[in-house]
């Protein structure tokens, strides 16, 4: 069980990265400037730059959306999670603890969020759609309790150092993402887990008569989930100094699951490849900046994107794989 | 408790409408909130309490969730306890033919606050008290222009969300306001959906396709959020928001006016909370003699700059924005 095999398993994630290098390339052909980088304040500073830090929260999100999913279920409570601790985070912030305490807080609410969803679909055995969406409508709520319907600002130089702050030139949101991505790869790969994760999503009741204990597997997954949506709602918050309840994560969740399901992986459970859910983020977000670099009107958004959307996923499907292959033979 | 108070509140009013006139003093009047969808909506609550309190009314207000039918119930909940007047802030514009027109049987008058209804029969409300928020752009636009004074200046624009009213018409007014201005163009408008992670990540954009931000000379906001936002994103890419690139935006929220007294916006126009002080002075004076108000009551859209900031702030920042 060696490291490469994430990729054999996933095919070589060729049609993700030409993806993504088309996207690049029409990019830019609509904003020729758009791999200009140059530094600012010690910060690498160019589109590409925006593409990779305004990724970042879908990122961390589709890891562990890709390890739920892989499971043959889903996590529509994400966004809801990133709200809520995005808001502990803030009024924690405010009232001046101190940095760790802030991010222990933070990261325990986010483990509880996902734990409660564990339990609701390993023990309970509620569906997983069910189940999840109780905390995505229930969230915002808890989260607007908790800033007691404000926007909490703080100026709490620690907390804003999360998103504001940068290593080699990279903000530090691109840093984190990159890391706990390469991390998460690593632990499901390098020991059993990815294989166990996989044989749940393939056939669950067959796992557990092998001997697999799919109950601590399923619950594992949703608790990193939680703690995924826990430190994108830290970043989201750290970067505009502030949580506002209503909007933070906003329909991030089908953001994430977009991620996951451009960077191949199915949704019925079974292949899973976390890498490439990073690269599905950037092609979503890569997408997103360039829509905005383009200067078309602001109505024409979502159709650009539903375009591009349906195009990826064209090429991607089974049909076009067996077509490309058929015609390869000729 | 509450019971008891409604009861008593409900046969005091009974009284007074007997008695033919009720001053202000003693009204009772029942207002149907949305609920606390924005910091904008729960200082509206906290403005009305006030200027309730200053009056002397008893105001009891019921919070609808953003349902209508919380709202209906709380209308119909009203009309049982015999109010004096009824306000409603209505979360949609259909749909509210019946329960007013049961509020009109009972003799009750209604106030919208904020937004209007659709209907075919306008007997059914004594006024609406709404900002014009064509007029809010519009003056944005000509603050601009007056600060400019003939030179040459590229706006960008911050759209509100893609087909909200606010949005429609905070751009109608604006563009109204400075066609007349050759030297000013708007040179690119994007949504940042009234939020202040996407007025960032718009403005990032923004500054990256014109020149690293030397083109522009102005950022037009529809909200002071999308506009925290940018100052943001203007700071991030070494340029000065407020100095090297003039801020105008919409509402008068707390967090502008600390961005004017640091010098980082140049201005915003009032979205006032208070559409209640108004709508009371008007039920105040149909019901003393009769006065019918206009069906609409447009309030002020007031136009602050940093010279006032500072108070500003200081005085608004304990109502729940």
């Not at chain 1, 791999?35 to 690498?44: A, K, P, V």
């Not at chain 2, 604006?174 to 994007?190: C, G, M, T, V, W």
């Not at chain 2, 980082?264 to 105040?284: I, Q, S, Y």
Request: charge should be negative; charged fraction near 15%; hydrophobic fraction near 50%.
């Amino acid at each position: 069980m060696s490291f490469a095999r994430s990729f054999r398993l996933s095919g070589t994630g060729a049609p993700q990265l030409a993806t993504l290098a088309v996207i690049l390339f029409a990019n830019w052909l609509v904003f020729p400037e758009f791999f200009d980088l140059r530094m600012q304040d010690g910060r690498l500073f160019g589109s590409l730059i925006d593409v990779l830090n305004r990724g970042a929260p879908v990122a961390i999100l589709a890891i562990g959306m890709t390890l739920v999913i892989a499971t043959k279920g889903v996590d529509l409570s994400v966004g809801a999670i990133m709200a809520i601790c995005g808001a502990v985070a803030a009024t924690m912030a405010s009232d001046g603890y101190s940095l760790p305490v802030i991010l222990i807080a933070a990261l325990a609410v986010g483990l509880v969020c996902g734990l409660w969803n564990g339990l609701l679909v390993a023990v309970l055995d509620i569906q997983p759609i069910i189940a999840t969406l109780i905390l995505m409508v229930t969230g915002r709520g808890i989260a607007q309790l908790i800033t007691e319907g404000q926007i909490v600002t703080f100026t709490h130089q620690g907390l804003i150092a999360i998103a504001g702050s940068s290593f080699l030139g990279l903000p530090m949101p691109v840093v984190i993402a990159v890391v706990l991505g390469v991390a998460a790869a690593a632990l499901v790969r390098l020991t059993a887990l990815g294989l166990l994760v996989e044989s749940i999503g393939v056939n669950r009741t067959a796992s557990t008569y092998a001997g697999v204990d799919s109950r601590s597997v399923l619950i594992t997954a949703y608790v990193v989930s939680g703690l995924c949506a826990a430190v994108a709602g830290i970043i989201a918050a750290s970067d505009i100094r502030g949580a506002d309840a209503n909007n933070a994560g906003l329909w991030l969740e089908l953001d994430a699951i977009l991620a996951v399901v451009v960077g191949g992986t199915s949704l019925f459970g079974g292949r899973f490849s976390i890498l490439l859910s990073l690269v599905g983020a950037m092609v979503i977000q890569a997408m997103n900046t360039g829509i905005l670099l383009s200067g078309y009107p602001p109505e024409l958004n979502l159709i650009v994107k539903a375009v591009v959307i349906v195009v990826i996923l064209v090429v991607q499907s089974p049909v076009a794989g067996r077509l490309t292959t058929f015609f390869r033979r000729r | 408790m509450s019971t008891r108070k409604l009861l008593l509140g409900a046969v005091f009013s009974c009284a007074l409408s007997f008695a033919g006139a009720a001053a202000a003093a003693d009204m009772t009047i029942g207002f149907s909130q949305i609920g606390s969808e924005s910091g904008w909506r729960a200082a509206e609550t906290s403005v009305s309490k006030i200027e309730a309190e200053k009056r002397g009314i008893d105001l009891k207000i019921a919070d609808a969730q953003q349902k209508q039918e919380n709202q209906i119930k709380a209308i119909r909940s009203f009309i049982a306890q015999g109010v004096d007047a009824i306000f409603v802030a209505p979360v949609v514009a259909t749909g509210w033919d019946d329960v007013l027109g049961e509020a009109k049987d009972a003799e009750i008058p209604v106030v919208l606050l904020d937004r209007t209804i659709d209907t075919k029969d306008d007997s059914l409300y004594l006024t609406a008290v709404t900002s014009d928020t064509v007029h809010e752009g519009a003056v944005a636009g000509e603050w601009l222009a007056k600060e400019v004074a003939g030179k040459d200046c590229n706006v960008v624009e911050l759209q509100g969300t893609v087909g909200s009213s606010p949005a429609i018409n905070r751009k109608k007014g604006f563009d109204e306001a400075i066609a007349s201005h050759s030297n000013i163009k708007l040179i690119r408008s994007q949504t940042g959906d009234f939020t202040r992670t996407k007025g960032k990540e718009v403005m990032e954009s923004f500054i990256k396709a014109e020149g690293g931000g030397k083109n522009i000379c102005a950022v037009y906001a529809h909200n002071d959020d999308m506009q925290i936002g940018a100052i943001q994103a203007i700071k991030e890419a070494g340029l000065k928001p407020g100095t090297d690139i003039l801020m105008v935006s919409i509402d008068a929220v707390p967090d502008i006016f600390k961005a004017m007294a640091d010098g980082e916006a140049n201005a915003t126009v009032e979205l006032t909370p208070n559409m209640a002080g108004p709508a009371f002075d008007a039920v105040a004076a149909f019901k003393a003699d009769g006065t019918v108000p206009p069906k609409w009551i447009q309030t002020e859209s007031k136009l602050y700059l940093p010279d006032t900031a500072q108070a500003e702030y200081e005085a608004r920042k304990d109502l729940g924005y």
